[in-house]
């Protein structure tokens, strides 16, 4: 509703201040448009494949379910970073779920995280946005995807703005290692 009166006629169970526009196209609207002066959820982005899983997870608790179309992001994720971070906010847009898969490779290379600290710094960024639309699973060192035939599912690369590309795990362990956070 775009004025108080009528969000006191309505009596909603919640309010949603989308307020992604300075001013409407239609000029009748823009005159009678209050903003909210309580509400439940302010929306400021205008992606909303990503706030509509965000307030929904608020109002009814998500449930994993396996047998629901589920996107994959598998990688090392050492550590995992904003880049990362970025890339999961564009696959859960695919499907609403993400199984995280976690190489195995602690200790081959540069790779100085195990999985339970990978797992924990999956899950304490993800969680308060994303809580149980993601699992964080362990599997071997998967170096090569190859399969016969298309058989239900896409491999496909996602590409993400240049300033997000460029942020590099192996940067952030160098810097870890000079602030002696890790050997």
Not at 38 to 64: C, G, P, R, T
Request: some cysteine; charged content about 30%; aromatic content about 12%.
């Amino acid at each position: 509703m775009s004025y108080s009166k009528g969000r006191q006629l309505f009596n909603p169970d919640y309010i949603v201040w989308v307020d992604t526009i300075k001013k409407g196209r239609f000029e009748d609207t823009n005159k009678i448009f209050v903003k909210p002066e309580k509400y439940d959820f302010h929306v400021i982005s205008k992606n909303a494949k990503l706030w509509a899983l965000q307030i929904a997870d608020q109002i009814m608790e998500y449930k994993w379910d396996n047998k629901k179309p589920t996107a994959q992001m598998l990688g090392r994720w050492q550590p995992f970073h904003d880049g990362h971070y970025a890339l999961f906010e564009k696959i859960i847009k695919k499907t609403g779920q993400v199984c995280i898969q976690v190489r195995d490779v602690q200790g081959v290379g540069d790779n100085p995280f195990d999985f339970e600290y990978v797992k924990f710094k999956i899950v304490e960024r993800l969680e308060p946005k994303y809580k149980n639309r993601f699992k964080v699973v362990l599997v071997p060192n998967i170096t090569n995807i190859c399969y016969g035939r298309g058989v239900g599912y896409k491999v496909e690369e996602l590409v993400l703005p240049q300033n997000i590309e460029k942020i590099s795990a192996t940067k952030i362990r160098k810097e870890m290692r000079q602030k002696g956070k890790i050997k």
